[in-house]
Structures are given as structure tokens and as C-alpha cells.
């Protein structure tokens, strides 16, 4: 059993050490980061938060199962039709769901596929190979529909 005091001692060791790992850790991390993101993928990033794709559409991982994952999109289509979905005055359809017509101008198309092109080429330490073409809520609901 431990006395008073060295229970004490522990405690502030310990807590030491673990903050003293933590913030290794952090500067370990903040260098594996590019923080200087070009000026177009910078805007591209803006109009993801600020329209909130992420809302309907899921990358890298994060976001909603309603919408496709975009984490590598222009593997799977091109860039022609991706700016065309982008840039659509009128709301489009695919398998049922509806994507909102922003009416993103040509500058801010190109913006957000600059945005998709710089998230295609990030090391995804293998969550590119699993298979995110279509959600997988939509996967057992195209499932049921087959049968």
C-alpha cells in the first residue's frame, strides 16, 4: 500500500509523463500536417463547410450516408461530369436521391474539384480500398430492391 506521500508523488508523475507524451505527440503530428494548402483547394475546402456537403456527402471517412463518397471521386468519374453536377441550375437525380442545385459559377466548381483532387492524392492507410462508390445504407436498400 502506498503512503500519502508517495501516492502523492505517483500521481504527479504520472501526470507528468503522460502530458509530457501528449505533447510529443502533437508536435509529432502537427509535422505530418501541410498546412500551406493552395490558394484554390483552400476555397474549394470553404465551400464544403460553408454549403455543408458533408451534410449529405461523406470524406475521408466522416460526413452522412445519404450522398455518395467523394474521398476519391474523380477515380470513378470525371471531371467534366462532376463540374456538370456542380454547376446544374436545376436539382439533380440519381438512384432517387436528390442533390441541391448550388449553381456553383465555373470559378467555384473548379474550386471544389481542385478541393477533391488534393483529398484524392492524402495517404488513406488503406480506407481506399474499401469500397465507398455507394453508401451502405444504400447498398442493402439496392439489395431489397433487386430481390
Given at each position: 500500500?502506498?503512503?500519502k506521500?508517495?501516492?502523492?508523488?505517483?500521481?504527479?508523475?504520472?501526470?507528468?509523463?503522460?502530458?509530457?507524451?501528449f505533447?510529443?505527440?502533437?508536435?509529432?503530428?502537427?509535422?505530418?500536417?501541410?498546412?500551406?494548402?493552395?490558394?484554390?483547394?483552400?476555397?474549394?475546402?470553404?465551400l464544403?463547410?460553408?454549403?455543408?456537403?458533408?451534410?449529405?456527402?461523406?470524406?475521408?471517412?466522416?460526413?452522412?450516408?445519404?450522398?455518395?463518397?467523394?474521398?476519391?471521386?474523380?477515380?470513378?468519374?470525371?471531371?467534366?461530369?462532376?463540374?456538370?453536377?456542380?454547376?446544374?441550375?436545376?436539382?439533380?437525380?440519381?438512384?432517387?436521391?436528390?442533390?441541391?442545385?448550388?449553381?456553383?459559377?465555373?470559378?467555384?466548381?473548379?474550386?471544389?474539384?481542385?478541393?477533391?483532387?488534393?483529398?484524392?492524392?492524402?495517404?488513406?492507410?488503406?480506407?481506399?480500398?474499401?469500397?465507398?462508390?455507394?453508401?451502405?445504407?444504400?447498398?442493402?436498400?439496392?439489395?431489397?430492391?433487386?430481390?
Amino acid at each position: 500500500m502506498l503512503t500519502k506521500q508517495q501516492a502523492k508523488l505517483f500521481f504527479l508523475v504520472g501526470t507528468f509523463v503522460t502530458f509530457a507524451v501528449f505533447i510529443g505527440l502533437t508536435i509529432y503530428s502537427l509535422r505530418q500536417v501541410q498546412t500551406n494548402l493552395p490558394e484554390d483547394v483552400a476555397r474549394g475546402k470553404h465551400l464544403w463547410e460553408k454549403n455543408n456537403c458533408m451534410g449529405c456527402h461523406t470524406i475521408l471517412g466522416e460526413g452522412a450516408y445519404y450522398a455518395p463518397e467523394l474521398t476519391n471521386v474523380l477515380k470513378r468519374r470525371d471531371v467534366n461530369f462532376v463540374k456538370g453536377v456542380l454547376m446544374s441550375e436545376k436539382p439533380w437525380d440519381l438512384h432517387g436521391r436528390k442533390m441541391v442545385a448550388y449553381g456553383f459559377n465555373e470559378q467555384q466548381a473548379n474550386d471544389l474539384i481542385a478541393f477533391f483532387k488534393w483529398v484524392g492524392t492524402l495517404n488513406l492507410n488503406g480506407f481506399e480500398k474499401v469500397d465507398r462508390t455507394v453508401s451502405p445504407l444504400a447498398k442493402d436498400r439496392m439489395k431489397d430492391q433487386s430481390n
